[in-house]
């Protein structure tokens, strides 16, 4: 495979929409999403109401690429290997005596190779976007208020949390204004979301202008698709897009067979019947990648047009696009604006604050003090120990399914589309295919062990 990757050489670009083209106001949304969950658990389900109180410091607990496992209430950090660097139960963090009690140096349980654990399971949820951290945080909180209030050893809860999600994200909860998310950003979608930046325009419709096909493939449904859009690229955002996707229910867009997940028609953003095939460009809801493949051969005229997928969440879009279509895949991955945005303070007692002063939570894309670095970690998860560092299991799979990484779409828009990135490859490094250049933590430290 060539060192270097090029838009200019690719003939399709595809983009998933929330996280990726459309960026959210993390302080202001993650808090949103977690009260959609909480009020839904506290009034329908009869949680406790301690649920509803979340402080600032709170937050911490949030970071990418934790695992849940749903029967005994644990969080664990997993190493590139599968072993356990770090573990809580609830949003109580394991001591290292604990931690080698409970866990050992052997892989967990539930590891299995890459193909398997991307697979969404009954045993345990990876949480890898931003749309799911307000639910760690969440669910960490529930073990903690289940084993105190009825010393709860297994748990069952997860029933009552995705009864939460078809609650309020069911496809008629926007039409509806079930629940409170939809109805909040309806109300006041500045709050919540980033506009996209002219850069970015500019480069989209310079894509266009270069004869690329632009797709846009989100799990959003299209109405709330649409809202999201017109807020971010204006009125006319439907021009800058050949084909537009909503209700991809990714992975499975990937992963299915035609026959499984057919395209539909919409008609005011209402699921019509399912086409036998996709023959021309337009608007349509959830399909599968061997048809859309099918469309881009036409349209392109090419027997294997080039296609490269942006995307935010590696669970469902750029493990899949590369694994099963064979996507080039370019990672948005807000942590390598967190090293260098953010520098964790020492936290100061809460009698020496004002009453709201610092009630904001920190970026989610920040770097966690109870979790550590989202890239690496020592094998006991303890800092300036003689154990060598490793890489997370969450940094393997970014070197492993994703093209580059890049912190956001506007960190590229400037170049010109034939400037060459360094790809990630077996090759070289394990730092070469991030731009502009690779996080701090891996950038200024000795590699890490490779096991």
Not at 132 to 156: E, I, M, Y
Not at 418 to 442: E, I
């Amino acid at each position: 495979m060539a060192q270097h990757f090029s838009l200019a050489a690719c003939d399709v670009v595809g983009f998933d929409l929330d996280h990726t083209l459309c960026r959210y106001n993390l302080p202001e949304s993650a808090p949103l999403i977690y009260n959609s969950f909480a009020e839904f658990l506290v009034k329908e389900k009869g949680y406790d109401k301690e649920l509803l109180t979340v402080t600032p410091e709170d937050w911490d607990f949030c970071c990418k690429g934790l695992a849940l496992d749903l029967e005994d209430g644990n969080f664990i950090k997993l190493a590139d290997n599968g072993t356990v660097l770090r573990a809580s139960h609830g949003t109580r963090m394991m001591a290292p005596e604990e931690l080698a009690k409970e866990y050992g140096r052997k892989e967990w349980k539930h590891f299995m190779s890459d193909t398997g654990m991307a697979c969404r399971s009954g045993k345990y949820y990876i949480y890898d976007n931003y749309f799911d951290l307000p639910g760690a945080l969440l669910c960490a909180r529930v073990v903690d208020s289940l084993t105190k209030h009825n010393g709860q050893k297994t748990f069952d809860f997860w029933k009552d949390i995705v009864a939460g999600i078809q609650h309020n994200y069911k496809m008629s909860a926007f039409k509806e204004n079930c629940g409170i998310y939809f109805p909040e950003i309806k109300r006041d979608p500045g709050r919540y979301l980033h506009s996209c930046p002219e850069s970015v325009k500019k480069w989209l419709r310079q894509l266009r202008n270069a004869g690329k096909i632009l797709l846009l493939i989100t799990s959003s449904h299209s109405d709330y698709c649409r809202l999201l859009c017109k807020h971010i690229l204006g009125n006319d955002f439907a021009d800058l897009f050949d084909i537009v996707i909503t209700n991809a229910l990714k992975p499975g867009f990937f992963s299915h067979l035609p026959s499984q997940r057919p395209f539909r028609r919409l008609e005011d953003d209402e699921e019509q019947e399912a086409l036998p095939s996709l023959d021309k460009p337009g608007w349509y809801s959830q399909g599968n990648a061997v048809h859309l493949y099918e469309l881009l051969k036409k349209m392109t005229g090419k027997p294997e047009p080039k296609v490269v997928y942006f995307g935010d969440s590696m669970h469902s879009d750029i493990f899949p696009a590369r694994h099963y279509s064979n996507w080039e895949t370019v990672l948005i991955l807000e942590e390598l604006r967190g090293d260098r945005d953010w520098k964790p303070e020492e936290s100061e007692p809460l009698e020496k604050k004002g009453k709201y002063e610092g009630q904001k939570a920190k970026p989610l894309y920040s770097l966690s003090n109870k979790w550590g670095s989202f890239f690496i970690d020592s094998i006991s998860g303890l800092e300036n120990t003689e154990d060598p560092s490793v890489y997370t299991w969450s940094c393997k799979r970014i070197s492993t399914y994703s093209t580059i990484a890049i912190p956001s779409i506007e960190a590229i828009a400037e170049l010109p589309l034939d400037y060459k990135f360094t790809r990630f490859s077996s090759s070289n490094s394990k730092t070469a295919g991030y731009y502009p250049g690779p996080p701090l933590v891996l950038a200024n430290g000795e590699s890490p062990t490779t096991r």
